[in-house]
């Protein structure tokens, strides 16, 4: 368990990290199948599949530390609903990556690290130019999870940024700045 007034480099660098990495690669997913830009699923796969690595050394040290405590006394109704929040999202930021190869891998298209195949595209011998699933109902069940995982993530974000934001502008506690590296006076 960290100390009150600061959090250790570690998590506040993995907090970030993946934070971005969720961030962008949410922008990128619900453009790219919106606008159907296929150039740009390899770059969201590959990006997704290093952020799982960050994501799991970040479930670690939650594991090893447990969430911060609040930087002062709270209503413990409020405390326990900032656990679930926290709690919540570190479970999506793992399922997202999950979901997705899931769905790209038993779909049959198939992901990789840049080039290098983690699980290979499958043509359809008797649909030339088509893709054969491994297995159609993993599929469904990966990109349906994908689609309403990402919007419950944004949800969740969006109530995150305004939890911090009030911290910050009405509480005017440390909050924020204990997340952003910054010492107390
Ligand atoms: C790590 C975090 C990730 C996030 C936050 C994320 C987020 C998203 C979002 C929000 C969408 C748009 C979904 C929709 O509107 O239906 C999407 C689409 C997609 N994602 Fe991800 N994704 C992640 C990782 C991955 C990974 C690791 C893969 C595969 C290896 C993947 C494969 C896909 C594919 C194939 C689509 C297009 C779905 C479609 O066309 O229906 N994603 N992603
Ligand atoms: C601009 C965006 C963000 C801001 C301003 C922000 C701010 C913060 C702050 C101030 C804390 C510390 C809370 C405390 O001390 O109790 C925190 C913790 C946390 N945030 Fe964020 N956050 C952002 C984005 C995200 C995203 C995108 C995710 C996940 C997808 C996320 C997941 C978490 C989690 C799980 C914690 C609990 C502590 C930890 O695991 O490090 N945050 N965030």
């Known amino acids: 368990m ?24 949410a ?3 619900l ?14 796969k590959s990006l997704g599949v290093i952020a799982l690595l960050f994501i799991a050394l970040r479930l670690v040290q939650r594991l090893r ?14 405390h326990r609903a900032a656990r679930w929040a926290h709690g919540a ?10 979901s997705g190869m899931l769905f790209s891998g038993a779909s049959g298209h198939g992901f990789g690290l840049f080039g ?5 595209h499958q043509d359809d011998p008797a649909r030339p130019g088509e893709v054969l699933p491994y297995n159609a109902t993993l599929a469904e ?5 994908h689609h309403w995982l990402g919007y419950l993530l944004l949800a969740l974000v969006a109530l995150h940024v305004g939890a911090a934001l009030k911290h910050h502008f009405i509480d005017r506690d440390r909050t924020l700045l204990r997340m952003l590296g910054r010492q107390a006076d």
């Open 2 to 25: 960290a100390d009150q007034d600061t959090l250790p480099p570690s998590s506040r660098l993995l907090h970030w990290l993946v934070a971005l990495f969720m961030l962008g690669l």
């Open 27 to 29: 922008g990128v997913g």
């Open 31 to 44: 453009y790219m199948s919106r606008s159907e830009s296929w150039a740009l699923y390899p770059w969201h």
């Open 65 to 78: 530390l447990g969430l911060p405590e609040p930087v002062q006394p709270t209503s413990p109704a409020l």
């Open 89 to 98: 999202l570190l479970a999506l930021t793992l399922l997202m990556p999950l």
């Open 116 to 120: 290098l195949s983690l699980v290979p």
């Open 141 to 145: 069940l990966g990109q349906q999870a």
